[in-house]
């Protein structure tokens, strides 16, 4: 168990719909990261927040938003589904924004109809 | 761009060594090892920070050459617990905290 909490485990849905995935960081970490992962795919690193501001982003897509709270928690938000969109999407942590172990939570599998 | 691992896959006999390589056509300015078993999440296994680095955890180790840009993983006297699939990462380049991974190494230890 890294610390890292993920939710929901598993959401199925349609296409055109919108959907938001949550994690909650380790104690006391203040970086988020949240990857991509596609059937048989490495991991798309999508984006990072530190202590609520955006740090980095990646491929991601302008249908795809996310934000991190003042208590940290995360939040990653898809909208306009497609059936590409299906994936597992993977939220990890670390205590800062330098070159740090990131600690992966269990992620969610979406699965888009 | 994305670090070539090869090979794509392996399968080997428990006791057995293996080895998995990263390789960059940009420089590599760390190289982050991680390993993923089937159905769950990325576990972090090292960080190399600069060039000529070696690492070791027990009966994995690694090492990191800069001026290749490249950087392999050793698993000695591999146990069953060793399957997965293992990705090294690389910074998009120097300084960035975004991290390129690679398609991965898909290791098989079979009895």
């Known amino acids: 168990d890294s610390g890292v909490t993920q939710t929901p485990k598993h959401l199925i849905t349609a296409t055109g719909q919108r959907v938001t995935l949550r994690c909650s960081p380790r104690?006391?970490?203040?970086?988020v990261y949240w990857y991509q992962q596609s059937l048989d795919q490495g991991l798309q690193f999508l984006i990072q927040y530190y202590n609520g501001e955006e740090r980095a982003k990646g491929n991601i897509l302008e249908r795809f938003s996310a934000q991190q709270f003042p208590d940290l928690h995360s939040e990653l938000n898809l909208s306009s589904l497609e059936l590409g969109d299906s994936a597992l999407y993977f939220c990890?942590?670390?205590?800062?924004?330098?070159?740090?172990?990131?600690?992966f939570g269990p992620g969610t599998r979406l699965t888009v109809l | 761009q994305q670090p070539v691992q090869s090979p794509q896959a392996v399968i080997l006999r428990e006791g057995e060594d293996a080895v998995t390589n990263c390789s960059s056509s940009?420089?590599?300015?760390?190289v982050h090892w991680y390993r993923q078993k089937h159905g769950e999440a990325p576990v972090f296994l090292m960080i190399l920070l600069k060039g000529g680095e070696q690492k070791g955890h027990e009966k994995i180790s690694a090492s990191f050459n800069e001026k290749k840009q490249q950087s392999s993983l050793y698993l000695t006297a591999s146990q069953l617990s060793y399957s997965g699939t293992y990705f090294c990462g690389t910074p998009a380049y120097q300084g960035a905290q975004k991290l390129v991974f690679g398609q991965g190494t898909r290791l098989t230890i079979n009895p």
């Open positions: 990890a942590s670390s205590p800062t924004v330098t070159y740090n172990e990131q600690f």
């Open positions: 104690s006391g970490d203040l970086s």
């Open positions: 940009k420089a590599l300015y760390s």
